[in-house]
Every structure is written in structure tokens, then in C-alpha cells.
């Protein structure tokens, strides 16, 4: 049905505002957005089809904009829809040196 995304910036604990997001499918960009001061952004898609997306944070520029080199430029999830009704949360806790990902609700 829809998508959403919430980075947290797991040195600081708190949110990690301003991080540029790209969705694409088949590499093509579906959509694209930028984390909220809450870290989130609520609708990156308002509808998926069965298939397998990728979601691209752009991890360099924020930890440039917070003065942090990374060793991360960029995280890039591939995850798979399969039903296409249900709502999608892809969530990310980041740090310069490690990331992870789940699935969330």
C-alpha cells in the first residue's frame, strides 16, 4: 500500500534529519525525499507493486553536514514487496563506521 522510512542516527540517539532518500524499482527512480527533523519521511510512496525496490541514503552528505567523515557514502536496501496491500517500513539506525536495517511496521 504505502512506504515509509525513519533513519536514526545511533552515535547521537536521536534522528538524523536531512538525509537525502531515493526509492527506485528496475533502476528507475520511483520516488525521492529527505528525512524531517524527526528523522522520517511518512510517505515515500503512496502504492508499491509486487517487486524488488532499492532505498539510497545518501549517508555522506548528512555526516558531511554534521562535520563526521563516514565510511559509508551511501546505503543502498534491496528489499522485496510482496504484497502489495500492506503497508512497508524500511527503517535505518546509522553510525560513521556501521548501519542496520529491519523491517518494521
Do not use: K, N, W
Not at 4 to 29: F, N, Y
Not at 85 to 95: E, G, M, R, T, W
Request: glycine content about 10%; overall charge negative.
Amino acid at each position: 500500500m504505502s512506504l515509509s522510512t525513519h533513519v536514526l542516527d545511533a552515535t547521537t540517539g536521536r534522528p538524523a534529519a536531512g538525509v537525502a532518500v531515493i526509492l527506485s524499482r528496475s533502476g528507475s527512480e520511483v520516488s525521492a525525499g529527505v528525512t524531517d527533523p524527526d528523522g522520517r519521511i511518512g510517505a515515500l510512496a503512496a502504492e508499491l507493486e509486487v517487486d524488488t525496490y532499492q532505498i539510497r541514503f545518501d549517508t555522506a552528505g548528512y555526516f558531511a553536514a554534521q562535520g563526521i567523515t563516514g565510511f559509508y557514502p551511501e546505503v543502498l536496501i534491496t528489499f522485496e514487496v510482496t504484497d502489495a496491500s500492506a503497508h512497508h517500513h524500511v527503517p535505518l539506525l546509522l553510525s560513521p563506521y556501521a548501519y542496520s536495517t529491519y523491517r518494521g511496521s
